[in-house]
């Protein structure tokens, strides 16, 4: 079956501006989780959901960025006013349940200009 | 403060021998580790795991020792073949997250020449 999936692959934006970035996890899988790959750095955790709620936020860095999983599938997470900071690769994974081996996308490469 | 650590940048070894790649971790409240391996332009894929309650797991070539008294595990790679080129991350979590928010390492790039 297919894989967790990321959309766009690559985005460059400009300082100010707002995006979207878009994870499919695997078809099943309950949890979700965002993560941030900054360059020479190991993932970091953002964001994790069960179900449709966000169960536990505390990696979010401030409150420009913001997630939704309105149907307890498709994730998208939300950058306002983006910064040069914020560029990064921005993982996303998802797993069957809790403690369960989490399975991650390719990810976005995120450039804010 | 970087609870996680891996202290090698990377690692070139030949093919057949055996490659050993290092994880040291500060917080004692971890209890779950993993070890991840990431290709170029690709996510991070699952290799294996240790529970805090053992002090080995071995999987066909791929062999994680946890000593949890120094806070240290490493990965055992035997015998190493080209494809295993990739970076390892090395990753902890708890049960007091409910093991979801994982904590990773800023990786090793192995290089295993032929």
């Known amino acids: 079956g297919a894989g967790v999936s990321q959309t766009p692959s690559n985005k460059v934006t400009e300082k100010g501006k707002y995006v979207e970035l878009r994870c499919d996890p695997i078809s099943g899988h309950t949890a979700l989780y965002w993560y941030r790959q900054s360059l020479g750095q190991g993932p970091e955790f953002l964001i994790y959901f069960q179900g449709t709620g966000a169960a536990d936020d505390s990696g979010l860095p401030n409150d420009r960025f913001f997630a939704v999983r309105p149907e307890g599938s498709v994730s998208t997470l939300k950058i306002q006013r983006t910064e040069r900071g914020d560029s990064a690769v921005y993982l996303c994974?998802?797993?069957?349940?809790?403690?369960?081996?989490?399975?991650f996308g390719p990810g976005t490469r995120l450039t804010v200009l | 403060d970087q609870q996680v650590k891996q202290n090698s940048p990377s690692l070139s070894v030949q093919e057949g021998r055996i490659s050993i790649l290092n994880c040291d971790y500060t917080n004692s409240m971890f209890d779950y580790f993993l070890w991840y391996k990431k290709y170029p332009a690709e996510g991070p894929t699952f290799l294996i795991s240790?529970?805090?309650?053992?002090d080995k797991n071995e999987d066909g070539r791929f062999t994680v020792f946890l000593n949890k008294s120094a806070k240290h595990l490493s990965l055992h790679i035997v015998p190493s073949q080209p494809g295993d080129s990739a970076v390892y991350f090395c990753a902890a979590s708890a049960q007091d997250t409910g093991f979801q928010k994982l904590v990773f390492g800023t990786g090793t790039r192995l290089l295993v020449s032929p």
């Open positions: 240790i529970s805090s309650i053992k």
């Open positions: 994974a998802s797993s069957q349940g809790a403690a369960n081996e989490q399975f």
